[in-house]
């Protein structure tokens, strides 16, 4: 989304750096793109208050949990060769969680995973899990 401007020379922004001498006008292509970042932080910062707002909570330990979706399976229900963890009490995965964090737990990805959390976030995320049901014979 990059818009290239074009600023008359009488305006006091062809001084900007990056200018490029185009007949009578000037594109001031650098300086529309330093504009756009923080543009686009303060409309996210603007949006996310009115999510609230709207009356649609967001579930965190839900959102938190979808990253473990790609090994675990949709809601902790594995279809692959990781373990299911839909329905696996809330302090059985903090433990195995932490002991993961910790490198007390022997693990190819896991430990580096769940380093990423902090323990309000695991415990959300246990709870999440903890609270699918578990299905049986699959
Ligand atoms: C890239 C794939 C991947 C992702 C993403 C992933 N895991 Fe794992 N998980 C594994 C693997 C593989 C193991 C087995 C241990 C190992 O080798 O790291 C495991 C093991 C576990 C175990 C231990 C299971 C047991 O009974 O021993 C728990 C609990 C767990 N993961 C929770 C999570 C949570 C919570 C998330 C999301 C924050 C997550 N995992 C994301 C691959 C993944």
Request: hydrophobic share 35%; charged share 20%.
């Amino acid at each position: 989304m990059l818009s290239i401007r074009r600023v008359s020379c009488h305006s006091p922004r062809r001084r900007s750096v990056n200018r490029y001498h185009d007949g009578h006008s000037f594109l001031t292509r650098e300086t529309d793109l330093k504009l756009i970042r923080p543009l686009t932080l303060i409309w996210l910062a603007a949006l996310a208050p009115s999510i609230h707002a709207g009356g649609m909570p967001i579930d965190k330990g839900r959102t938190l949990a979808a990253t473990c979706a790609n090994c675990h399976g949709t809601d902790g229900h594995s279809v692959g060769g990781t373990e299911s963890l839909a329905g696996v009490p809330r302090d059985t995965l903090l433990r195995k969680l932490s002991a993961f964090s910790r490198g007390e737990k022997p693990a190819t990805i896991m430990h580096q995973i769940a380093e990423g959390y902090t323990p309000e976030q695991l415990t959300l995320i246990a709870e999440h899990f903890a609270a699918q049901r578990a299905r049986t014979g699959h």
